[in-house]
């Protein structure tokens, strides 16, 4: 779980309010996807150097899309042309942030992270995204160069929906949709394979099945870290009032978006109630196993530990044992024998133990 | 678990705002019944296409009722000829939505679950339904021809209570009050049944018993995701202080069916309680049984490998064995043997082993 | 715990406000014992017929205890006549009421449970009561001819405390401090038995302790999920401030009311806490049994099954056995095998076994 | 548990408002020690009745501690000199209130309980105390002559402090601080104790420590429900802004009490959950010595049964049984049996076992 | 858990107010390390005499680093220098206090823990610091000379960062921000050793991994005890909108530094979590392993017992019987037993045992 805070502890004692990069580098160069647009015209460029970022255009949408934030240079000069706070820009820097929203004088401040689940190992990583936005312009920052936005990239080539018509509020609005709707299909991925997990816990078939529900179970109180700050920076975001967030057209479309992440979070708390019921399960066939394993112990040695007796009598060398001169006293002996056992295995048998 | 979101999944990336039908359809073509009403005359036509519905009437209630929401060509005549707020419409036909209650300019909007209890597979589904009230229109959205409101069709026909006399959102009360009615008639009928659950358990009787109180666990945890939205829709409902319910007349029954919601709720969680309970009863049971088990087991062993011990040494073929030559050695031995037993019996005894 | 909405169930889709008797019938015809007083004279009447009330009285309170809800025309009658609101009628005659406060604007509308507990089932029934009031009177309305108020009557008659010079507030309060005043009764009877299971768990002595503590169990959730609400009406009704309660002279008994359902609900808190221990403890008594049982045996085991062993190997036929032959074999034996037994048993002595 | 509440059940329908004395009586007769002070003379008499009470004196402190409480008539003469409103009175005289403030016209009330720890019996003693205070006195009342308050007094004597300059407000917060100082002195020496007991755990030496463990947490839940109403009570003592307690001079001591009170409940909670650690800690160590039986019982079992069925075989009476004349068949009978020993004795000794 | 109060209780009864350490002296002699500067200039001075403190100037901030706190008459001397109100500097002296924020007139009052982790003995240890601070002047209070400020310090010689533009409030948060990290830091550490401890658990190869597993919750306790008061000491400070911390230029520093801590908190959480699934993990791993020796168990007797047995009947001396006399009889003997053997082998096979 120590996926949060890595090089916070390396940096420890730094001044507060200096640009460090903490994090792991992703991209070998950062770079910005400059985009401009409104309802007619899309303009889009990949630039490397903040200096060849084109002017700002009136009654146009800006999106800079920064990847790679590793370079404190590069993300000086980007905050300098931008006017970003300087809390918030340090912020974008240390990738151990926990979500949250933030209002400074010049723009808004939102900070989460993306999911992405690795199957193979049970395993999910996380990416920090950040939003700066203000009237004029959103500037978004990754790490890597993800692929979670490309519907709406494609959304925005192809005039599809409002985008296009919206400022940058409501283009904030349609990224941070397609994260949370990321957060869903990863938590029912999961969840899908939680519940294919009950069969196997009431048949006890698989050998690890214990090291599965508690990879699980790690796996979503790891999402829940992740998500649940995400529904306090909705919370915060709509009942901040903010002048960059269109109150009447775009802020509804929040509201909604803050219902999706309570479902999520809902649906996180309901799986995790199932592994906790699984675990129970598992014991209890534990127990009932142990239970039977001790039955069989129990019949074997009750009805055969006393024969065993009474045939060591009987092999007893003494010199006067009067049955064994008897002719038939074997055949009873046998007879004897095999109503004993008939006898326990009645017995057990009305106990109910097989 | 996954009775939620799943189409959701598939849909990742769409454009927020544009009209997709999330679930399973469930009738082949879709139609409004509309009916039309005031204290003196019901009108009922069932129509399929949005041009035949008949004109609004002064002074009258009407009540759309949309059954089928997969056909989205439809859906959007629906939404235009009603002027249904896009972001209201496009919950309707998500049919993954958590309950809610939300207020646009021109109407409300508020999405529920119906539930259905399928007894033989122990297994509780789900159906969305979405009320869309203004001044003088109700209009509600189902995915199929159900009957959980057919009483209220009967009432309305046969004029009885006040609500031929009363608006839309007296209606919108009367069909929620039926819901929720059906949700506490789940509950209850469930409760009967895990009732009955206790004498199982601690007569230890069926072998499923496990099985059978993981299942009622799963579904009342279900059936709590779906009713406790409700009551934060009602509450909702109520503090909004919306110009569409008359404050005086009507709210007071919204806030009886809040009460009654909450009921339905705490109920849930008593039948919660009582199922965990029943499992450590269960598992006391198998305690028990393991120690009875060991009992037994441990008795038997604990008188008889001593005596085969005995057999055993008289058995041996040691020349020099005195014992074996006196007369009454034989007898003396089963003696000893018949009083060991009984000793250790006795001992068993009085460690309350039986 | 299907003690709730048993008859809900069956009255499903009936119109919300029409007055339908939802319990059980439990006296024969249903009737009103009418009281009015003041400081200075009591009156009181047994009527049958709302038709005989004797006319209100000017600076007197009157008190309708009407028993028997089970006649619909009968309650209609006492309806129209005490001008009760529709919906708290509704309440009234449904048994199945979560306790709560409602304010109309004609009169106050109490509805809460009272309890008693049959010790011999360890069940604990409920029987609901409501109260009407406002500057001139209180209704109350119970199932059956209970005994919970007779020192409230007594009082009356005999012109003790405050209670005659005080209106239908007070009297209100005079008669839920008599109810709560037995929740407290009620919950420390049962507290009393809780406290002595602790010496029977730690003793392990009683066979069914472990059904005792589930029914206590169950109880006391039954107990919470009656008094609970009882807080909330309480709180409710002092917030709210009506004209009907005089907020100087009555609400603060009304307060102090609260602060003794809180100190209950804490005590059901209690004694469900120690609940839960004891089963921990019993569970713990369960695993030093076993554990002890489990001595016995390994310690029988582990001495007697090697000896026998060596027995059997003197028992063999091989024809060259040297041992055999020798004269003091036999007692060498012997002394090896006790020698091995006492080995043994200071092994297991010092492992703390015995 | 049934510390609280005792007779209350006994004066069940008794009419509220009431004067009745609900506890033991713990001294002979009621007697007030009166003092009054201010910055240059202390006057301190012991006065069995009322009547003798000296008039109050301008510019002074008048403290009335009243120890006893079981006598009507005496309190009554008490209430009325005072002007002690009814209901306060009647709480003071019921010793099993939960601690609470209130506020009436002519003064304040606070009433709250002492604690004392029996520490042979592992069991937390509660006497309650009640403050009534205005701008000119402060009246206390115990139900035995204790000594807790004994450093206040003596400093009172020494002029120590601000506790001589101040008012009846700091003085009630000298008394309250030594109450709440000595809930801390309990909590931390219960919580010593219950640091001891990991060890003894751990070390599973003693036998009664599941006992030890269930009376602490039995008398911790007990220290919970006496402090935690100490925390409320104090909040709303803080927040009633009353005129009887100077804003200024003295509130702010009352909000360090406070801090302190939530200091000492986190510090009761702290231990709650070690003994609960403490538990798990102890089930752990059962399982692993039952474990440890279980191998003991396994090796010897798995070793011998085994040998002796081959001793068995060799000590059958078949006439053909071609090893048994075979001169060496005895040696190599037992260096298969030695083999076999020391192979199991591997194969336990790779299963980690021994 | 007994690293609060420890003192207290000792001087349990002393007058509030007055000056008293409570806690263990840490340095022979308390001194001031004092400072004065602005962006220009820095002064630091090493004083052992309130009388030697050099006087204050314009324009400049200052900061007493008081250390040691158990001279009394030292701390008087420093309280009246500085005008600090007795209830501050009381708390100031008493180092078992929780996390707070109080204002006065004349200066703020925060005091909160810093923390030390000793790995070897896997023990937290804590270091009470105080803060007061005003317009003019930072005092700071710490019980010995420890070093986690070493890097403010060092940046105030620097010059590095706002740290000497800015006045008293800032340096508070840069002091708070830096034990703030430390908590971080801490709690990553302690992190990263409970990730390692999955696999021990899983592998089962330590014997006193529960023993570690305890620590390490004890330990995260007791850090939650010592930051879940920080998260309110901030919140208070916040909210509070003292003068003494300007709104617009240093406040956002704190809300910053407020998500630091509830980000901390919530590690703590999920680290024991994590514990208790281990804790699960573990017993899950005991009952598996004990299932595992039964098996062994059960096996072993199952097969020998009932041969035992077999061979014994052929042992007795019985003068008729007649398999004895068969010349083969020893040989199908042998191919009963061993197709026995076999026999229950498939069986337990089957079973699926091993």
Same mark, same amino acid.
């Given at each position: ?70 370079? =404190? ?16 820009? $340090?912020?974008?820097?240390?990738? &151990? ?11 808004? !401040? ?6 992405? !689940? ?18 004029? #312009?959103?500037?978004? *920052? ?101 002048? #960059?967030?269109?109150? $009447? ?23 995790? =109630? ?25 019949? !074997?040695?009750?009805? #055969?530990?006393?024969?065993?007796? *009474?045939? &060591? ?34 017995? !057990? ?6």
């Amino acid at each position: 779980m120590a996926r949060f805070f890595k090089k916070r502890i390396e940096n420890q004692g730094m001044p507060p309010g200096s640009l460090i990069f903490i994090g792991t580098q992703k991209v070998e160069t950062p770079f910005i996807k400059y985009r401009d647009f409104n309802a007619r015209e899309l303009n889009l460029e990949k630039v490397l150097d903040t200096e060849e970022l084109p002017q700002p255009k009136k009654h146009k949408t800006q999106w800079y899309n920064v990847i790679g934030l590793h370079d =404190t240079q590069f993300m000086e000069k980007v905050s300098s042309r931008l006017h970003i706070h300087p809390l918030a820009m $340090e912020d974008v820097m240390n990738t &151990g942030q926990r979500a949250k929203f933030e209002e400074f004088n010049e723009h808004l !401040f939102i900070t989460l992270k993306m999911l992405r !689940f690795q199957e193979d190992e049970l395993m999910v990583n996380s990416e920090q995204i950040s939003f700066i936005l203000n009237h004029d #312009f959103l500037a978004t *920052f990754q790490e890597a160069d993800g692929d979670t936005f490309d519907p709406i990239r494609s959304r925005l080539q192809r005039n599809k929906g409002m985008i296009r018509n919206s400022g940058p509020d409501y283009l904030t609005y349609a990224l941070l949709d397609s994260i949370v709707d990321n957060y869903i299909y990863l938590i029912e991925s999961m969840g899908e394979k939680i519940d294919d997990l009950e069969l196997k816990v009431l048949d006890n078939t698989e050998k690890d099945i214990l090291r599965q529900i508690n990879a699980y179970k790690r796996e979503l109180h790891f999402i829940l870290k992740v998500v649940k700050p995400v529904r306090e920076l909705l919370a915060n975001l709509i009942k901040s009032q903010s002048v #960059f967030i269109r109150q $009447e057209q775009v802020l509804p479309y929040f509201k909604d978006l803050e219902g999706l992440v309570t479902h999520a979070i809902e649906s996180v708390e309901t799986y995790r =109630t199932l592994l906790t019921d699984y675990l129970t399960l598992y014991h209890s066939g534990m127990s009932t196993k142990m239970n039977d394993i001790m039955k069989v112990l129990t019949i !074997f040695s009750a009805i #055969f530990i006393p024969l065993s007796f *009474f045939a &060591g009598v009987y092999g007893t060398n003494f010199q006067n044992l009067p049955e064994l001169e008897y002719e038939y006293s074997y055949f009873i002996f046998w007879g004897v024998m095999v109503s004993m056992a008939v006898g326990m295995l009645f017995y !057990f048998k009305q106990k109910d133990w097989f």
